[in-house]
């Protein structure tokens, strides 16, 4: 069945250190989206990617969907404490719902 | 501001007692809602698939006679966990699209935290 890995699990930085989150997914698909979970919250949208080898870009934040459509990987520059919490890509594919990764946490120590 | 609301936001109920959670799109109509189930430290396992006036969608492995799904109205979607047991505790999360009928950007509820004792 559809999976989607992402790697890191965990992830420890100092602040000001940059930070990167890979999602793989078995299937190609047709979209790539990216949320973010804080502690004891629900996932907020980041971006969603459409096109092969796209790159879109939020502030500190480059997102990136691979050629083949199954890879995608959030780059955070400079990560500061307000980075803190799960990212989560999510792949949409031909069915009518969404996959999610199993994350990334990332915390950022000041 | 919020566009989906979740109740209630937490819960805790004894073994073998029914609960429901409610999902409400907020101004706009929600076609779809999906219901997830999030266990600590672990991603969102898609449950189902809601369609308003139509019966719901499960992915393979949830029982559909325990987990009862209701998308009754444009505006409410519900989650029944009939029976529950302790190990059905967990963080139950709705979303809906931001666009009706797409698989773009998804409103998420602000969850549920159900406790099982």
């Known amino acids: 069945g559809q999976q989607v890995m992402q790697i890191p699990q965990y992830q420890h930085v100092q602040e000001g250190e940059d930070f990167t989150t890979y999602c793989n997914s078995s299937t190609t698909l047709s979209n790539i989206q990216w949320y973010k979970q804080r502690p004891g919250g629900h996932p907020v949208f980041l971006i969603q990617?459409?096109?092969?080898?796209e790159v879109k870009k939020q502030k500190r934040l480059t997102f990136q969907f691979g050629e083949a459509k199954k890879n995608s990987s959030l780059h955070i520059t400079a990560t500061q404490t307000t980075d803190v919490g799960t990212y989560f890509c999510?792949?949409?594919?031909?069915?009518?719902?969404?996959?999610f990764g199993t994350g990334t946490r990332l915390t950022v120590i000041p | 501001g919020a566009v989906v609301s979740q109740h209630p936001s937490w819960v805790i109920c004894k073994s073998g007692t029914s609960v429901k959670i409610e999902c409400r799109s907020l101004d706009f109509q929600a076609t779809t809602m999906f219901w997830y189930r999030q266990f600590p430290k672990q991603s969102l396992m898609l449950m189902a698939t809601s369609n308003e006036g139509s019966k719901a969608t499960y992915e393979q492995g949830v029982e559909k006679d325990k987990f009862l799904i209701n998308h009754a109205s444009l505006t409410l979607s519900t989650l029944t966990v009939t029976s529950a047991h302790p190990e059905d505790s967990s963080f139950y999360i709705c979303s809906t699209p931001r666009t009706s009928g797409s698989l773009g950007e998804q409103f998420f509820g602000p969850g549920t935290r159900l406790t099982v004792l």
């Open positions: 990617l459409v096109k092969s080898g």
């Open positions: 999510a792949g949409g594919t031909g069915a009518n719902n969404l996959f």
